[in-house]
């Protein structure tokens, strides 16, 4: 089973901040939107500074022609797979270009043809995506916190206790290279120190395959420290303030 601890930390230490100026049931619609702005700050990072030299010269023009113009200043290539259709076909608007090599069809078929890792391809074996969907068991048990068996004195499962795995066929070394692995090494791995008495119920095993696309393709990139982003969310909550004395006077 996965340790949320580092995780569950960090998201505590984040809300011991905002303890005082927040109340605890709105601290999500603190956290949340902060992590998403920060995200969108990492992926603009590169040509920020340029974007916004730019910016005066557009200003004049309206919302959807200057984010346009502003897009194109930043040379981000969030759209190297595909283009605007000039008219809609049905719910669909936007299309793979057919033209050379900077985009669409030509750019996505040198990718495919070059065969070489990138920021826009990564190379698993096949192995690598599949996994095996287990049913962890645990005993029922009595008031007395025996375990409750049945008539060949096999544990009974507690269904309000059953838990389910996804174990990967593949797992990484020591050296951090992909080597394969059971579901009994993941699970005496994994499970049984958490949970000594639990069992998998081989009868329910099911095998998948999945492509997580932002698994794969995600590059963590480190927040601010956590003081300098207290202070923007206070300084916001400030400007706020100011706007509503305004509204309201």
């Given at each position: ?44 990072a590169?040509?920020?500074q ?22 194109k200043?930043?040379c ?14 049905g ?26 890792e990138?920021?826009y ?25 025996t ?5 060949q ?12 795995e996804?174990i ?51 590059e ?13 969310i ?16």
């Amino acid at each position: 089973m996965v340790d949320f601890k580092d995780k569950a930390n960090l998201i505590w230490k984040v809300a011991n901040l905002l303890r005082g100026d927040y109340r605890q049931s709105d601290y999500g619609k603190v956290i949340l939107p902060m992590t998403v702005l920060r995200r969108l700050d990492c992926v603009l990072a590169p040509t920020k500074q340029k974007v916004l030299d730019y910016l005066p010269k557009v200003e004049k023009l309206s919302d959807s022609a200057k984010d346009e113009e502003l897009v194109k200043e930043g040379c981000l290539p969030f759209n190297r797979f595909w283009q605007k259709m000039p008219r809609s076909l049905g719910d669909k608007r936007k299309a793979i270009a057919e033209n050379g090599t900077e985009k669409g069809i030509g750019f996505i078929a040198n990718i495919y043809g070059d065969f070489t890792e990138n920021e826009y391809c990564k190379i698993y074996p096949n192995d690598f995506f599949g996994y095996w969907r287990v049913t962890v068991e645990r005993p029922q048990k009595d008031e007395r916190g025996t375990i409750v068996t049945d008539r060949q004195g096999n544990p009974k499962p507690d269904s309000g206790l059953r838990d389910f795995e996804n174990i990967p066929f593949l797992r990484k070394d020591a050296n951090g290279n992909l080597v394969p692995q059971t579901i009994e090494e993941y699970f005496d791995r994994e499970v049984k120190p958490h949970v000594p008495d639990a069992w998998i119920d081989k009868s329910k095993t099911k095998t998948g395959y999945e492509i997580n696309f932002t698994k794969y393709f995600y590059e963590f990139k480190p927040l601010r420290p956590l003081a300098k982003i207290k202070a923007d969310i206070l300084n916001l909550e400030g400007e706020t303030k100011e706007l509503e004395k305004k509204v309201l006077a």
